[in-house]
């Protein structure tokens, strides 16, 4: 038989019937996460959302890791007051020993450090400008934190301090910071940094925020070791 007389015969008898139990819609009431798509479809949502939550759980575990590591690395720290540093000399005098005195005192009622220290350095150029700088080494497991707590004491004991911004804290890492204040002299420049083993703070008559936050940055490579 001809494939003419297939197609007439066809066209005679009409389409085959369709099998609505095949069709993939279904009109009724029931939920489709009853039907085995729904199901599929919850199954395959099920291990996307299993699939984000240890993407996330990996995440996590790296976040914890690296802060780990961080503490871990910062938290031996020494400071120390040599002679010489950044340009500046120590001053050794009764009354420069006995204000850096009473500022570590002062800040170390404040924090528990294991060891603090105040010492003011001169600058040669201007006995005006020099530096009054005091602070510690303890663990701090969160340094901004403290940081804050510790410009807070400042500005109750001196005034407020105002335009207080981050700046680079340099290779040692951590977070420094640095506001303006004034004092019996004026106006000065304050700054500290915190990182997970240290904190130190330290005030700079007759210099801008800027030439503060360079100048501690030069101190503290000149006084922090870790290890």
Known sequence: MSDAHLTERQLAEGPDPIDLTDEP???????????????????????????????????????????????????????????QVAGL?????????????????????????????????????DDKRSVLIFGGTTLLWQPERDLDSLFGLMTDATGKVTGMRDVPAGRLGGVMKCGNTSGDGGDFAVCGWADHGSVVMAMFPGRSVDAAGSLLRQIREGIQTRG
């Open 89 to 125: 000399s120590r001053d050794d005098s009764e009354r420069a020993r006995s204000t850096a005195d009473y500022l570590r005192s002062g800040f170390s009622a404040d924090i528990d450090l294991d060891r603090s220290f105040g010492t003011v350095y001169r600058d040669p150029a």
């Open 25 to 83: 819609i279904q009109l009724s009431n029931r939920d489709p996460d009853d039907t085995p798509g729904g199901r599929r479809t919850r199954s395959r949502g099920r291990r996307v959302a299993v699939a984000v939550a240890l993407v996330a759980g990996l995440a996590g575990v790296g976040a914890l890791g690296t802060a780990g590591w961080r503490v871990n690395q910062q938290k031996d720290t020494k400071l120390s007051t040599p002679a």
